[in-house]
């Protein structure tokens, strides 16, 4: 029957998954594309889309194979990945099964420029508020660069031709390997502390691998923290680094550092012509205006008829002190009603009243204290009570009431008859009398 010429759809995917596991290319293929829609799912598996400009395929990571990643994966990282191309049945797509993957080495420093970037931006360091202005007329430029090539070159000539009264002093150094951003840094210190009134920091153009030591967070930090102003001069025209953002000015280019750095002789004689023809303007303007104006006061009315003076401030005095007699009464004849209105009130309130208030206002009062004053001498009365009771206690001659007797010798009470020796006379006071004895004998048990 024709019905058997139709396939399930799970028969050919079936049958396309088996084509892509006997395609020997594509059971080991190698790709680099950029990371998008990246998930991290809960079992530890990774789930992305490998992306270039024109196309994209969905990428699977199972979590046996990222124990052995050593970043996290985030999407817009460029990456290198190794594994096998198959078809999923389920969905009637293919993807790649990623068994290996590492970063895209430009694509690395591309995303640690990034971080550093948004870090220190948001640290404030590319504020504008902590950019320092740039002399306009330095007596000594710092040049830190390599002290071979064309940029030290550049800027050594343009300062020569266009302002030869600066002197320009080169600090080399590296600028790009591996001891290049530690090199920088120290040379920048050192530049810092030469009196310089302005310092060049750059290097030629070149890769981003060639400008990386411009984009270390050490030289960031060490321009940002340097007193003396820094222009910033590193590549080409397009070329940016984490140093032109700290920096106080950006140069486009070595050459152009050096052209802000300093000005021209022809921008200075020009400079100086036109102060000197807006300094005669000015001059000339104020002569005539202080003319004017000694003019104006010669042929015043006031000066020629100076008793003007006195009558215009007779004048206005005269009109103080009608004010201040007019308020003076406001015053008298506001508080002179106010205080008839307080006496009708007075005489409108009934004064049996008032008394009979006072009467039992006082009543009241007088309870209150008797009641105070019971409960203070109830309490004053235990207190008195429970402290008799107490030195009763402690009483010495109570005890005597229970037959005790108290043995001095000389004014001073006996402890024991080792104080004692026959014939000493002693005085035994009882609860009631006291007698006077001699000692005859004494017993040390």
């Known amino acids: 029957m024709e019905e058997n010429k139709y396939l399930e759809v799970s028969e050919l995917n079936n049958y396309i998954k088996e084509m892509f596991e006997d395609n ?127 940029a030290v070159r550049d800027i050594m000539s343009t300062i020569r031709r266009r302002y030869p009264l600066c002197e320009a002093i080169l600090f080399p150094t590296l600028v790009q390997g591996e001891n290049a951003a530690p090199n920088i840094v120290k040379q920048i210190e050192v530049a810092d502390n030469y009196d310089c009134d302005t310092l060049i920091v750059g290097r030629g153009g070149g890769s981003i691998e060639d400008l990386w030591a411009f984009n270390e967070e050490i030289v960031a930090r060490a321009i940002y923290n340097a007193k003396t102003p820094i222009i910033s001069a590193v590549g080409h025209e397009p070329d940016f680094t984490i140093a032109d953002f700290v920096a106080d000015l950006r140069a486009p280019t070595p050459t152009g550092a050096a052209e802000m750095a300093v000005p021209t002789v022809s921008d200075i004689n020009n400079s100086l012509n036109q102060y000197k023809i807006r300094l005669n303007r000015n001059i000339k303007n104020l002569i005539n205006t202080k003319f004017i104006e000694l003019r104006n006061l010669r042929n015043s009315f006031v000066l020629k008829n100076p008793l003007t003076l006195y009558e215009m401030k007779e004048q206005t005095l005269d009109k103080l002190m009608d004010n201040l007699n007019r308020n003076i009464l406001n015053i008298l004849d506001g508080k002179r ?37 019971d409960k203070e001498l109830t309490t004053l009365q235990y207190n008195l009570d429970y402290l008799i009771n107490t030195l009763k206690l402690v009483n010495p001659l109570n005890i005597l009431s229970n037959g005790y007797s108290l043995v001095k010798k000389d004014g001073k009470v006996i402890k024991s008859c080792q104080n004692l020796v026959i014939g000493d006379i002693i005085d035994i006071k009882f609860h009631e009398g006291e007698i006077t004895s001699e000692v005859k004998g004494i017993k040390n048990e």
């Open 24 to 150: 020997y290319f594509l059971n080991r293929i190698y790709l680099k594309g950029e990371i998008s829609n990246f998930k991290n799912h809960t079992r530890g598996h990774l789930y992305f889309t490998l992306k270039d400009d024109n196309s994209r395929i969905n990428a699977v990571m199972f979590q046996s194979y990222t124990r052995s990643l050593d970043f996290t994966p985030e999407d817009g990282m460029k990456v290198l990945v190794t594994g096998r191309v198959a078809a999923y049945p389920a969905s009637g797509s293919y993807q790649i099964y990623v068994e290996k993957m590492n970063l895209d080495g430009v694509g690395n420093l591309y995303i640690e420029y990034e971080k550093l970037k948004e870090k220190l931006y948001k640290e404030g360091l590319f504020n504008q508020e902590h950019k320092k202005p740039i002399p306009k007329y330095p007596r000594r430029i710092g040049i830190v660069t390599a002290d071979t090539g064309a």
């Open 337 to 373: 009603h106010n205080l008839e209105i307080d006496l009708n009130k007075v005489k409108m309130l009934n004064s049996n009243n008032l008394i009979q208030n006072s009467k039992n206002t006082l009543k009241e009062l007088v309870n209150k204290l008797n009641n105070v004053m």
